[in-house]
């Protein structure tokens, strides 16, 4: 049985939470109340500094998406 978690990719963002003063930010997509989104938040407090539509599927891209 397989026990992992599934997990996002996350990529580093230059920067300091306004929050908590951590510079441990992160992009990466998330399913939000409106769908797929992508978003900064600090791995620390987990605020959100951003969040703009990601593509419909989040990180799935469909062939026809490329077209």
């Given at each position: 049985?397989?026990?992992?978690?599934?997990?996002?990719?996350?990529?580093?963002?230059?920067?300091?939470?306004?929050?908590c003063?951590?510079?441990?930010l992160?992009?990466?997509?998330?399913?939000?109340?409106?769908?797929?989104?992508?978003?900064?938040?600090?791995?620390?407090?987990?605020h959100?500094?951003?969040?703009?539509?990601?593509?419909?599927?989040?990180?799935?891209?469909?062939?026809?998406?490329?077209?």
């Open positions: 049985m397989d026990t992992t978690a599934p997990s996002a990719e996350r990529t580093p963002v230059a920067g300091t939470c306004p929050r003063a951590k510079s441990s992160a992009e990466y997509d998330v399913v939000g109340e409106t769908g797929w989104v992508r978003v900064v938040k600090c791995q620390n407090c987990l959100s500094l951003s969040r703009t539509p990601a593509n419909r599927l989040g990180p799935i891209t469909l062939l026809v998406d490329l077209v």
